[in-house]
Every structure is written in C-alpha cells, then in structure tokens.
C-alpha cells in the first residue's frame, strides 16, 4: 500500500502561484510515475502532468503548456507540482496519483493507469 498526502492548496488571485505537494509513504519502492490530476465542479477528472520515477520523464496536459511543472524528490518521496499564471478556470481540486510497476502503461494520463491516490487539494483562482 501507498499513502499519499497532498497539500499547498489555496485561494490565490488570477496570475499568481502555488506550489502543491504530495508526499507518498508506505511501500513506494514499487512506484513507476507520480501523476496530479484535477476535478473542477461538475466535470470530470482530467490529466494535468506525470513524471516517471527513475528517469524523470514529464508529460503535461494541453491545458498547461508552459505554466505548471512537475518535479519530485525521490530522497523525500515527494512530488510537486509548481503552477504559475494561474487562470480562474485551473479551480479545481488537485489529486496526487501513484502508478506501480510491473504493469504496462500507455500514456500514464488517464485515472484508471494509477493504483494509489491522495484525497485532493483544492485549489481556488479568483478573478
């Protein structure tokens, strides 16, 4: 089992910043990909970006070309996601994911690729 806490959440005004993170505990020497996803009132989860464990591949969302970044620290088992530029449509709660290995992965960008998750953080863009 893994356990992931997400947290960095806020009320911050359109074009400022946040830094979320997610800290993974528990068996995460199996961990392939750390990904963060997001669900906005009334919609479905959607991708927002991914990163391989050990070769820190990334991959993001159309949505976020440029703003957001996804890094981790292996040594803390933590991953982050920096956003900047924020729009008021990125309000969302965010959800931390954790994809296993042995298992085969097409993209690593939809829900049902990842076995663990956090319970969200929410992230609230004034305008």
């Known amino acids: 089992q893994v356990q992931l806490v997400e947290s960095g959440g806020g009320l911050v005004q359109a074009g400022e910043s946040l830094r979320l993170s997610c800290l993974a505990s528990g068996r995460t020497s199996g961990t392939y990909a750390m990904g963060w996803f997001r669900r906005a009132p009334g919609k479905e989860r959607e991708f927002v970006a991914r990163?391989?464990?050990?070769?820190?591949?990334?991959y993001y969302a159309d949505s976020v070309p440029g703003r957001f970044t996804i890094s981790r620290d292996n040594e803390r088992n933590a991953v982050y996601l920096q956003m900047n530029s924020l729009k008021p449509e990125d309000t969302a709660v965010y959800y931390c994911a954790a994809a296993v290995t042995g298992r085969r992965y097409i993209s690593l960008s939809v829900p049902e690729e990842y076995s663990y998750w956090g319970q969200g953080t929410q992230v609230t863009v004034s305008s």
């Open positions: 990163i391989t464990w050990s070769t820190r591949d990334t």
